[in-house]
């Protein structure tokens, strides 16, 4: 069965301004699902959390609505879902928190794959203890980040290994599930960042073997929420800082202030949203987690044959320089275009209805690496499940048009 992408592009009011979103990697478009559940939220009344009066006791409600949806895309327990305003935040205090039982001598091992926000909390936190930082290095002529070097890379003294499920500018996907074992064998957790990986292919936390999984609701058509899921077990064993009076149970007391309870019920929705995606009527009465499941699975199909077309269309141009070629990638290209800087490229594009990023997106380690980040760093692209082929169609014409005369 064929995916549906014009019903799933009717979801999305935004999508009817005439723009290619190609910018879905630094944050995609809300259906109307959503932004109703947000609105729905505010108009039933909702108060802080734990009070005696209903509206409280609907914010209880939105918030382990929320804990099981996202539960439920990752395949972990409710238990083990910290909610927070975003990715970056969350890492920093896992970082802070976990680092307490680092000391000198003590070994952490980062990825040049990784989205800073994987990268500099731990650096940071090592520096904080006295921790060896050891570097995963990527190799440039695929993007690749080769999971056999971590036999060298990791000891009996590594603490923790961070890892990135998907490169945020070229999509490379490693081998996660071998990387969190090796980190296991020498005693050491694995802290997973799957903010680029989750809007593109189903998830499971315990099959990856990531003792930390990172996502952001806002990549995968949901609000500004992040979360960290984890084992509750492991939680218990660590003690973040917190307000005296806070909760003191897990995962509470990883969670800062007040939440945005609306928004959770948009988190909830974009996991609903998510589920509906898969066209095959078998699956539509499973539970929440089968239909994501089924629903991802479908995703990553569509996305990858609609980012062969884009890929195929981008390395027959002359004037392209596309980095990044690895077997298992998110949808997610990375390019220059001879004559031009990323920014007059992202220019030249948004003129023609197409919006791409350009700089180094965060990917400060991989950027440096490639040698792009002292000159604007490269242009991306990025599809999510709500593109569509006259898009990819528009983006190639946008690109053609930028070849000097009799290069292409
Ligand atoms: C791969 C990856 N990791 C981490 C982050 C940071 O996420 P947040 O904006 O939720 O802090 C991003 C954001 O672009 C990302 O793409």
New binding site residues.
């Given amino acids: 069965m064929t995916f549906d992408v014009s019903r799933v592009r009717a979801a999305y009011p935004a999508l009817s301004d005439g723009y290619a979103y190609l910018d879905g990697?630094?944050g995609t478009q809300v259906p109307s699902a959503v932004i109703e559940a947000i609105a729905d939220a505010y108009r039933a009344g909702i108060g802080n959390a734990g009070g005696a009066f209903p509206a409280s006791g609907r914010s209880d409600a939105i918030l382990a609505e929320c804990r099981r949806a996202i539960a439920d895309l990752t395949g972990a327990v409710p238990e083990g879902v910290i909610l927070g305003p975003?990715?970056?935040?969350l890492t920093y205090r896992l970082a802070e928190t976990l680092s307490r039982q680092w000391g000198p001598g003590d070994e952490v091992v980062v990825s040049r794959l990784d989205?800073d926000?994987?990268v500099r909390p731990w650096v940071q936190a090592a520096a904080r203890r006295g921790a060896v930082v050891r570097w995963a290095e990527v190799d440039i002529s695929t993007a690749e980040l080769p999971p056999g070097q971590y036999a060298e890379l990791l000891s009996e003294r590594t603490r923790l290994v961070a890892v990135?499920a998907?490169s945020?500018i070229v999509g490379t996907r490693p081998d996660v599930t071998a990387i969190a074992a090796a980190a296991h064998a020498v005693g050491a957790l694995c802290y997973v960042?799957g903010?680029?990986a989750t809007p593109h292919v189903p998830v499971d936390v315990g099959a990856l073997g990531a003792d930390f999984y990172a996502t952001?609701a806002?990549?995968w058509s949901g609000p500004h929420i992040?979360t960290v899921v984890a084992d509750p077990g492991l939680l218990e064993t660590l003690s973040p800082d917190k307000l005296v009076p806070a909760p003191g149970g897990v995962p509470g007391r990883f969670e800062r202030g007040t939440p945005g309870f609306a928004d959770l019920a948009g988190v909830a929705a974009a996991v609903e949203h998510l589920a509906s995606l898969d066209p095959d009527p078998k699956t539509a009465t499973g539970s929440r987690r089968e239909r994501v499941q089924a629903s991802m699975a479908a995703v990553e199909h569509y996305e990858t044959e609609l980012f062969a077309r884009l890929l195929g269309g981008l390395s027959a141009m002359g004037h392209v320089t596309l980095y990044g070629k690895a077997a298992r990638r998110a949808p997610t290209a990375f390019f220059t275009v001879a004559g031009y800087t990323p920014r007059e490229v992202a220019e030249r594009l948004a003129a023609r209805k197409v919006n791409v990023w350009n700089g180094d997106?965060?990917a400060w380690e991989l950027t440096g690496a490639f040698g792009l980040r002292d000159s604007g760093g490269a242009v991306r692209a990025g599809l999510v499940h709500y593109n569509d082929r006259s898009e990819v169609n528009r983006l190639l014409a946008a690109v053609a048009e930028l070849a000097p005369d009799g290069v292409r």
Wanted: hydrophobic share 30%; aromatic share 10%.
């Fill in positions: 990697a630094a975003n990715m970056t935040t989205h926000a994987n990135t998907a945020n960042d903010v680029h952001s806002y990549k992040g997106n965060y």
